[in-house]
Structures are given as structure tokens and as C-alpha cells.
């Protein structure tokens, strides 16, 4: 199957910092990516959807100029936390699909983030 | 909106068999999938339903009824590696986003 690299695995930030999750797909063009976030034992929450060359549709609640997200190529997004906070500490994940009709989107690892 | 519902929790023995159910309220429809979540990993793809009926892969089989909402996800011969959450997922209206159910989190025991 199709492989999506997230990256970092974990990361530890002190409060106020800003931190930025790359997601990158390997062996396809992904034309458009998703974010999650994990909260323990909770499911996945839609962040936002982003769209290869254009602005990311961000679900209700989720703040776009707290969560920056770029999808600048075919093969790599990114999620931007700025200003972090430790209510901000959670498992991000993202997720890529090649076209909009496919049925499967692949994951990336996930990513740890923990605010200091 | 979309409502998703499942057990928190279920606890099974090795080498048996148990039946996760899904059952859903939506505003739209366009398929139906389960993933598996190991701790501290990315969920990993196991079926996807469109249609109502059984999709059988291997020890995985999932069931959907359109008609009432529901799925469920049957796992044979239990291995202690299956114990994972298990999470429902289903795609909204424009194939784009999918929303997921908090999770079915399966023990496996000896």
C-alpha cells in the first residue's frame, strides 16, 4: 500500500514556541491531505482539509491562525502549531489520499506533542 | 451532523471470536470503514463497506445494513495482537472527510 511519512514522531516544546509537523507522501501524489488530532482514548478529530496549491478547510472550532497548514507540492503538508500551549499537547495525525473518489486514505505515524 | 456509536470497551479470549458493533445516525452517506489503532500508532486500514452485505478478508469480516445504521466488524481465531481499539469510520457526503467513532478498545487474554 501507499506510504504517508510523518515527521517528528514526538516532540516536546516549551509553551508559547511554535512547532511544525511535516507529512509526506512516498509513493504517490496526494492531492489532498488530512489532519487529526487524538486526545488519549478519544477518537480522531478532523482538524482541517487541505488541498494541494490552495487554503485549508478547517472544521468548527479549530482555529486557522493557531493551526497553519501549507500543502505547497503534490507530496508534503504541513501542520503548524504556533504559540503552543499544554492544552495543545496531543497526538496529531495526518493522512493523504491520492484522488477524491479513492476509498482509502493512508496515515502517517503520528505525531506526540507535548507543551511544556 | 454525524453520530457514531460503539462500545468502549470488549475483552475476549485467544482463539475466539467477537463481533464489534457500529451503529450510525448521519446526515449523508458514502461508505463505511474500520480501522485498527495499536497505543500510540496511526490507525491502519481493514475493510470499507458501501453496500449493504459482508466483506470477508482473511480472519477480518465486516457486515453493513444501510437501512438501519449499523455495522459491525468480526474478528476469527484471536491472536493477543489483536488486542487494539478498533474504530468506525464513516465518509461524508463530496467523498471527502471521514468522521470516526470514539473507538472499540478489544483485550485479548490468554
Known amino acids: 500500500g501507499a506510504v504517508v511519512s510523518q515527521h517528528p514522531s514526538w516532540v516536546i516544546c516549551k509553551s508559547g514556541t511554535s512547532v511544525k509537523i511535516e507529512c509526506r507522501s512516498l509513493?504517490?501524489?496526494?492531492?489532498?491531505m488530512f489532519w487529526y488530532r487524538q486526545f488519549p482514548k478519544q477518537s480522531l478529530m478532523l482538524m482541517a482539509t487541505?488541498?494541494?496549491?490552495?487554503?485549508?478547510?478547517?472544521e468548527q472550532g479549530v482555529e486557522k491562525d493557531k493551526f497553519l497548514i501549507n500543502h505547497a507540492s503534490l507530496t508534503l503538508s504541513t501542520l503548524t502549531v504556533t504559540s503552543a500551549h499544554p492544552e495543545d499537547s496531543s497526538f496529531y495525525i495526518c493522512?493523504?489520499?491520492?484522488?477524491?473518489?479513492?476509498?482509502?486514505?493512508?496515515f502517517g505515524q503520528g505525531t506526540r506533542l507535548t507543551v511544556v | 451532523g454525524q453520530n457514531i456509536d460503539q462500545p468502549t470497551e470488549m475483552t475476549a479470549t485467544e482463539g475466539a471470536i467477537v463481533q464489534i458493533n457500529c451503529t450510525y445516525q448521519t446526515s449523508g452517506f458514502n461508505g463505511l470503514f474500520w480501522y485498527q489503532q495499536h497505543a500510540g500508532e496511526a490507525p491502519t486500514f481493514l475493510s470499507y463497506?458501501?453496500?449493504?452485505g459482508l466483506e470477508e478478508k482473511g480472519r477480518f469480516s465486516s457486515f453493513l445494513s444501510r437501512s438501519k445504521g449499523y455495522s459491525y466488524l468480526l474478528l476469527k481465531e484471536l491472536q493477543m495482537k489483536d488486542s487494539a481499539s478498533y474504530l468506525c469510520a464513516v465518509r461524508n457526503p463530496g467523498y471527502s472527510t471521514l468522521t470516526f467513532g470514539k473507538g472499540t478498545m478489544l483485550l485479548v487474554s490468554p
Open positions: 487541505s488541498n494541494e496549491g490552495s487554503k485549508a478547510t478547517y
Open positions: 493522512s493523504a489520499r491520492d484522488s477524491p473518489s479513492n476509498t482509502e486514505a493512508f
Open positions: 509513493d504517490f501524489q496526494a492531492t489532498t
Open positions: 463497506n458501501v453496500l449493504d
